[in-house]
């Protein structure tokens, strides 16, 4: 995997995070919308409302174990760009692959050359590829 690939994991881990949660949201939802099974009434259903909870609550179970990785996945990537001894490094690749910038947004900002970004933006690739 090279080091662009690597960091571009970021914006990937985030979007499965984002549908992940988004998914668990729902379920949880769901859980709300289960009848109560505590009356004595004697009520027709196609499902067993015990069971739909608890394959439910696995589910939830899973997703939260799955968020909790895909953050901890992310958040490792993270802190090898933040690692960097070179402030500049630091700054390109987290504007370009946290915040999303492109090295033409990102030398406008800085205050640079594209050139000059393009150049640093090669190093620190060279760079994050020591710490993979």
């Known amino acids: 995997m090279t080091a662009k690939e690597y960091l571009s994991r970021i914006k990937k881990l985030e979007g499965l995070i984002k549908d992940k949660s988004r998914s668990l949201r729902k379920l949880k939802e ?20 015990k069971a739909f909870y608890e394959v439910t609550a696995e589910n939830i179970a899973e997703l939260e174990t799955e968020i909790i990785n895909l953050n901890r996945e992310k958040n490792e990537i993270i802190g090898k760009i933040y690692s960097l001894d070179n402030l500049l490094y630091v700054r390109v690749l987290s504007s370009k692959y946290i915040n999303g910038l492109s090295l033409n947004d990102i030398a406008d900002v800085l205050s640079y050359s594209y050139e000059h970004i393009r150049r640093v933006h090669s190093k620190a690739l060279i760079e994050i590829c020591h710490k993979m």
């Open 30 to 49: 769901n859980l709300l919308l289960i009848p109560s099974t505590g009356t004595d009434e004697k009520v027709q259903t196609s499902t067993n409302p």
